[in-house]
């Protein structure tokens, strides 16, 4: 059992776009990470959220946590060729102390 | 910035053979970590360490063994490789608990035909 799912598992578009990546469970966490992670490269941390409703924003790209800590959401605005890559959510359960990973959405923007 | 090092970027072993994946951090973390990445899955927590000689099992620990002798060190063991071991191999250290950032290695992708 997948503890947390995203979708699209897949998505490419055209430079200039706007798209969301979801990320979806039915636990409560603490906090919710998103890491990006680049061919050939290990993933690397974009954003922590950890109070339900929380909204932040790194340039183009706006991380959201669902109010009941369940859920998050990541939206890029104007997408750009060097946002493609592997967008990974990860959480941690109340009370757990690991990470757990969601299943990846691939991103490809094309020039 | 912290570094961790993963010694190999690509093996392939024999069927049976013994693996020893090597990763080393320069941060003087307490907390490190093996995942294992396969396309659909995402990372699945093999084994981590929150101190010297000391180890928990993650999510799929079978056929898997760690090693953590120094605080820098973090060695990932296969005893007797099988093809179904293919995969990429994803070390990582954390400096703090919980909500801290976890920091990955590059990868080590093994091939065991």
């Known amino acids: 059992t997948q503890l947390l799912e995203q979708s699209p598992q897949f998505l490419s578009i055209q430079e200039g776009e706007n798209l969301t990546v979801y990320c979806n469970s039915s636990s409560v966490f603490s906090s919710l990470q998103w890491y990006r992670q680049e061919p050939g490269e290990g993933p690397v941390l974009l954003v922590t959220?950890?109070?339900?409703?929380e909204v932040k924003k790194l340039k183009r790209l706006t991380f959201q946590f669902g109010d009941a800590r369940k859920d998050s959401s990541l939206h890029i605005t104007a997408a750009q060729p060097g946002d493609t890559g592997l967008y990974l959510c990860?959480?941690?359960?109340?009370?757990?102390?690991?990470?757990?990973f969601g299943t990846g959405t691939r991103l490809t923007v094309i020039p | 910035d912290v570094k961790v090092t993963q010694s190999s970027r690509y093996l392939v072993k024999r069927t049976g053979e013994k693996v020893f994946l090597e990763c080393v951090q320069d941060m003087d973390h307490e907390n490190m970590f093996w995942y294992r990445q396969d396309p659909g899955l995402g990372l699945r927590l093999i084994y981590f360490?929150?101190?010297?000689?000391?180890?928990e099992k993650g999510d799929i620990p079978e056929g898997y063994s760690v090693s953590r002798e120094k605080k820098e060190r973090f060695s990932l063991i296969l005893e007797s490789a099988s093809t179904n071991q293919t995969s990429m191999y994803l070390c990582?250290?954390?400096?703090?608990?919980?909500?801290?950032?976890?920091?990955f290695g590059n990868g080590t992708r093994l091939t065991v035909t």
């Open positions: 360490s929150y101190d010297v000689k000391m180890k």
């Open positions: 959220v950890v109070t339900g409703g």
């Open positions: 990860a959480g941690i359960e109340t009370g757990a102390n690991n990470l757990f």
């Open positions: 990582a250290s954390r400096g703090g608990q919980g909500g801290s950032p976890l920091h």
